[in-house]
């Protein structure tokens, strides 16, 4: 399984940008997907998940915000992409993005992504937003 990333970019305030994540031989039904992110100086930190029970969560900085969804490739689930739809960014959303999927889909709980359980990683999208 390999995870390409695209549409970061450089925003002003209340800007929107929409972040792709494609999971290019996904073979599982099953599954915890979704996006965390690092910002300079700090932990990273779990933004949205969606897994194959339906559970979707953001965490309270961009609840309202950001959309998360996924498009399974009409060919199966060999191609698959994940999206985050982020509106009115602010610039402490400046961050590196970073999708990440698991095949099981216990690791996308309420509280979040549980990140030790990630089972495949993007190289990330650089997110800049300015005031």
């Known amino acids: 399984v390999q995870l390409t990333e695209s549409g970061g970019g450089s925003v002003q305030a209340a800007g929107s940008l929409r972040l792709s994540c494609t999971a290019h031989?996904?073979?599982?039904?099953?599954?915890?997907m979704g996006w965390f992110r690092q910002a300079p100086g700090k932990e990273r930190e779990g933004v949205a998940s969606?897994?194959?029970?339906?559970?979707?969560?953001?965490?309270?900085?961009v609840k309202g915000r950001f959309t998360i969804s996924r498009d399974n490739a009409a060919a199966g689930l060999e191609q698959n992409t994940l999206f985050l739809q982020m509106d009115n960014l602010q610039p402490e959303d400046t961050a590196m993005y970073y999708c990440?999927?698991?095949?099981?889909?216990?690791?996308?709980?309420?509280?979040?992504?549980?990140?030790?359980?990630?089972?495949?990683w993007g190289k990330g999208s650089e997110v800049t937003v300015s005031s």
């Open positions: 031989n996904w073979m599982y039904k099953t599954y915890c």
């Open positions: 990440a999927t698991s095949v099981l889909p216990i690791f996308c709980t309420d509280a979040g992504m549980f990140e030790l359980g990630m089972d495949y």
């Open positions: 969606l897994n194959s029970n339906g559970n979707i969560t953001y965490s309270d900085s």
